[in-house]
């Protein structure tokens, strides 16, 4: 077997890639973490989410939700009480200052995202996101 070739390995490879891209912005810009930065962006266009709601949203476990939430609390980004319906949740919401951020640092991490997605042809990026929405409706009819 050869990793290179094996398509999960490619997929994580691809998306590491990007996310270091896009990461140049919000971190060395503007002092925000890859965790952090994934918490603002589920935060900053609903009224709330549960610390549950964001791990299954973003890829990010328990652990990291936390340790993320504290530091944007910590910089008045966002705000985080107990969830009425689970006390063992917290309910996080977006400070106006945390929207204010988000909104100011948003538009440059879509301008880089839009300058690498412009090395590609329109049809290497239909298909593209063909394959990951493919990809994403597969692994939910799997079970396990």
Same mark, same amino acid.
Do not use: N
């Given at each position: 077997m050869n990793i290179e070739n094996f398509f999960p390995y490619?997929?994580?490879?691809?998306?590491?890639?990007l996310?270091?891209? +896009? $990461?140049n912005v919000?971190?060395?810009?503007?002092?925000?973490?890859? $965790? =952090?930065?994934?918490v603002l962006f589920l935060l900053?266009?609903?009224p709330s989410l549960t610390s549950k709601e964001?791990?299954?949203?973003?890829? +990010?476990?328990?652990?990291?939700?936390?340790?993320?939430?504290?530091?944007? =609390?910590?910089?008045?980004?966002? $705000?985080?009480q107990e969830a009425a319906e689970d006390r063992r949740l917290r309910d996080y919401a977006c400070t106006d200052e945390g929207r204010a951020f988000f909104e100011e640092v948003f538009p440059k991490v879509k301008a880089r995202a839009d300058a690498i997605l412009s090395s590609m042809s329109?049809?290497?990026?239909?298909?593209?996101?063909?394959?990951?929405?493919? +990809?994403?409706?597969?692994?939910?009819k799997t079970k396990g």
């Open positions: 490619r997929v994580a490879v691809a998306a590491a890639s996310s270091r891209h +896009l $990461e919000y971190r060395r810009e503007h002092g925000i973490s890859r $965790e =952090e930065w994934r900053a266009d609903v964001l791990s299954l949203r973003s890829s +990010l476990d328990k652990i990291q939700i936390s340790r993320a939430a504290q530091r944007l =609390e910590k910089k008045g980004l966002i $705000e985080g329109p049809a290497d990026i239909k298909a593209l996101e063909q394959g990951l929405s493919a +990809l994403k409706d597969a692994t939910a």
